[in-house]
């Protein structure tokens, strides 16, 4: 009975890597700036989706589908503020309505319409929702105000992901990894020890607070700003918005004032959006409340996005998603530890909205 038990716990944990895709949320679709009046074509929850923006500014997201013969829109080109497709020249306005067909008798079928997205703008995102639009509630959208806060400082990056995007959920909701596969990168010393910890669960939003009083904080997050020969509390917050919204708190202050705003913090926005369900975009930003004019912060943010969030998390992601169709043929036993915790019961909650979306 063990090893039936440690097989079906295996199969369940994988199951969540083959989970359908949550429709009904929202998505960053791409960082406002990547957007103009040119046509950009971008696959979401696997959908083809076009963006562009209209000639007065307004983002638009689209159907890259012509409803006739199925070209992409995106080989098209644009005229005004429409669409026309590349192939036989049907035009398509902003709503996704058909407004002009020049072949043979002129007359639009009524069937002739590309789908059309609720897209909203804000802080700098450009957001998408890919489910039932009625259900577009824009209160779900994850409060980042503090990019566009004049007393902080956000650096922006992003990159493609060859894995399922759990993977990187469960990655982020773990840092204990930190103390591993980021030691260099993150600059962590060899006494970093965990003093408290605490998982607090509310509607679809999880927060993972792990706290180390007494400590050295990482050389790396706070550099040469954090103040030298005295030890301080730092604290490695996670908060996670379904279905993979996350944004974590690192924060270094006098010993006893943890969290209460008066030491150092940096906040890591990570917005992780499906492509398919093995691939996933990754757009992320580091955001500061010190040094805000020092571009060798800003270099060492750079750096710290290339090494530890591109170079170590996604490497180790895709090698892990590369994998997971030889672990059942092989036998192998998946195992949980304390610090899976918040994964698993991100894993519950993503099941019980995916069930509902049936």
């Known amino acids: 009975m063990g090893d039936i038990g440690a097989n079906l716990e295996t199969a369940r944990l994988l199951e969540g890597y083959e989970r359908p895709l949550i429709r009904n949320a929202w998505y960053c679709a791409a960082w406002s700036?990547?957007?103009?009046?040119?046509?950009?074509?971008?696959?979401?929850?696997?959908?083809?989706?076009?963006?562009?923006?209209?000639?007065?500014?307004?983002?638009?997201?689209?159907?890259?589908?012509?409803?006739h013969k199925l070209a992409p829109m995106?080989?098209?080109?644009?005229?005004?503020?429409?669409?026309?497709?590349?192939?036989?020249?049907?035009?398509?306005?902003?709503?996704?309505?058909?407004?002009?067909?020049?072949?043979?008798?002129?007359?639009?079928?009524?069937?002739?319409?590309?789908?059309?997205?609720?897209?909203?703008?804000?802080?700098?995102?450009?957001?998408i929702w890919t489910g039932d639009p009625a259900r577009a509630d824009e209160s779900k959208i994850i409060d980042l105000r503090h990019f566009e806060?004049?007393?902080?400082?956000?650096?922006?990056?992003?990159?493609?992901?060859?894995?399922?995007?759990?993977?990187?959920?469960e990655n982020l909701l773990d840092l204990g990894h930190a103390l591993f596969l980021h030691k260099t990168s993150g600059g962590i010393s060899d006494d970093l020890v965990l003093s408290e910890t605490s998982i607090e669960q509310e509607g679809d939003m999880l927060r993972d607070l792990r706290l180390y009083r007494d400590a050295r904080p990482p050389a790396t997050i706070f550099g040469k700003y954090a103040p030298k020969g005295v030890r301080l509390d730092y604290n490695a917050d996670m908060l996670w918005v379904a279905p993979s919204m996350l944004m974590s708190h690192n924060g270094c202050s006098e010993t006893g004032r943890a969290r209460d705003g008066s030491g150092l913090s940096l906040r890591g926005t990570h917005l992780l959006t499906p492509e398919t369900q093995h691939t996933?975009?990754?757009?992320?930003?580091?955001?500061?409340?010190?040094?805000?004019?020092d571009p060798e912060?800003?270099?060492?943010?750079?750096?710290?996005?290339?090494?530890?969030l591109k170079a170590e998390d996604s490497r180790v992601s895709e090698a892990i998603d590369g994998l997971l169709g030889q672990t059942m043929a092989l036998g192998v036993r998946m195992v949980t530890l304390s610090t899976d915790v918040s994964g698993r019961r991100v894993n519950r909650m993503l099941d019980r909205m995916a069930e509902a979306e049936r």
């Open 297 to 308: 912060i800003d270099e060492a943010y750079r750096r710290f996005q290339r090494d530890a």
């Open 149 to 169: 806060d004049p007393a902080w400082r956000t650096i922006k990056g992003g990159h493609h992901v060859d894995c399922n995007y759990m993977l990187l959920v």
């Open 280 to 293: 996933m975009h990754y757009f992320y930003g580091t955001s500061r409340n010190y040094a805000l004019d």
């Open 33 to 67: 700036h990547e957007v103009t009046q040119e046509m950009f074509p971008r696959r979401i929850l696997n959908m083809p989706i076009v963006l562009y923006r209209t000639e007065a500014g307004k983002a638009v997201a689209l159907l890259d589908i012509c409803p």
């Open 74 to 127: 995106s080989q098209g080109k644009k005229v005004g503020d429409n669409l026309q497709c590349g192939y036989h020249g049907l035009e398509f306005d902003c709503s996704g309505a058909c407004v002009r067909n020049p072949q043979g008798d002129g007359r639009i079928p009524q069937e002739a319409k590309l789908r059309s997205f609720p897209l909203l703008e804000r802080y700098g995102v450009l957001w």
